[in-house]
């Protein structure tokens, strides 16, 4: 016999259709949920690549600073080495000293040979009153002997016609010929000493000249004197130092390095195609592989022009070279950007160490 109950609701017992409504309506809220999610993961990747793409970011960058090679200006044996490998030294510091004795000897040499003009100098000097005068009285000597020549050569002309008148002897021509004559010697004899007066005079002049050569070879000899105490130029620390005591210095060989704790920078690698979103003076954020916890501030320095191709080609040939062979992915070109570091810590920053940097 039926059941009355079924028969009047067809749809079944009262249970069943609520408990069919809840698994509609939990496929419905899974339907949503899930197209959610997926919405949020595309927001998600469209952030990532938005922030990728203008700000850009590499892990292909290494630390780096400026490193000197220390090398003396003066040769001779070092006598005193002040510093070891990986010692930090002030700017100031003296890292080695070379035996001054033969630069000491050259100053002391110019140091005599100034000394000895400076004399030549006074005495000179004090005599140069008595040489003008001389000089003077040499002039007015001159200006005697060839007034007495002209007077001479002028009694001389009178005479010569006189003489076939009958009114002069030969004697006396003969006389006033010799009168011109030693006058004429008495002038020369006079321009001599004027002459010899003047040199007298011109000699101080040129020992004074000599004199500015001998204080630029004093100067110089105690400029040699002082390059024996090599000097860092700057706070940095030794690097590569294998030498002793003893060793010969030759001037502009370089014996070690010294690193510049000044300035640190770091060389970041990036994507041709990122170049764009990078310029001179981007603000970048810098980490360090060995700390990466520590957050160093940086600003771009520039950004590289050029970078060697493995793979050039030879133009300079009438013909190109094309090498017989495909590359079905293309690898983009890494350009180098330089980061100056604003706050790199000393203790932290070592060249060659790996680092991340991301253009903000």
């Not at 469209?46 to 960058?61: K, Q």
């Not at 510093?83 to 110019?110: S, T």
């Not at 005599?127 to 040499?138: F, H, R, V």
């Amino acid at each position: 016999m039926p059941d009355p109950i079924s028969q009047n609701n067809p749809a079944g017992p009262p249970d069943a259709r609520p408990a069919r409504d809840d698994n509609e309506w939990r496929k419905i809220a899974g339907r949503i949920i899930s197209m959610v999610l997926i919405l949020l993961a595309c927001g998600l990747v469209l952030l990532v690549w938005n922030i990728l793409e203008h700000h850009p970011r590499t892990d292909d960058a290494i630390a780096a600073a400026n490193v000197i090679g220390v090398a003396p200006r003066v040769s001779g044996p070092i006598i005193k080495l002040n510093v070891q490998d990986n010692q930090e030294v002030k700017e100031g510091d003296v890292l080695f000293e070379i035996d001054p004795a033969d630069y000491q000897l050259q100053v002391d040499k110019a140091q005599a040979a100034l000394d000895s003009l400076d004399q030549q100098i006074e005495v000179a000097r004090s005599q140069d009153e008595n040489l003008k005068y001389q000089i003077t009285a040499a002039e007015a000597g001159v200006e005697q002997a060839q007034a007495q020549e002209k007077q001479a050569g002028d009694t001389l002309e009178r005479l010569k016609p006189l003489q076939s008148k009958g009114y002069a002897t030969a004697d006396d021509v003969d006389r006033a010929e010799t009168a011109v004559k030693v006058a004429a010697a008495s002038v020369a004899a006079e321009e001599q000493k004027l002459n010899a007066a003047k040199t007298a005079l011109s000699s101080l002049a040129t020992t004074q000249a000599q004199r500015s050569g001998a204080v630029a070879a004093l100067n110089q000899a105690k400029l040699s004197l002082s390059y024996c105490q090599v000097i860092a130029p700057f706070p940095g620390k030794i690097l590569n130092l294998n030498l002793s005591v003893g060793a010969f210095a030759t001037a502009g060989v370089p014996f070690f390095s010294l690193l510049d704790l000044r300035h640190w920078y770091v060389i970041a690698n990036f994507r041709e195609g990122e170049l764009k979103h990078i310029s001179q003076g981007s603000p970048v954020d810098v980490y360090l592989m060995s700390a990466p916890g520590r957050r160093f501030a940086g600003t771009v320095q520039g950004i590289g022009w050029a970078v060697q191709s493995p793979d050039e080609i030879n133009i300079n040939s009438g013909v190109p070279s094309v090498p017989r062979e495909l590359n079905w992915v293309h690898i983009a070109q890494r350009f180098p950007v330089r980061i100056e570091v604003q706050d790199a810590d000393p203790e932290l920053f070592r060249i060659g160490a790996s680092a991340v940097a991301i253009i903000k």
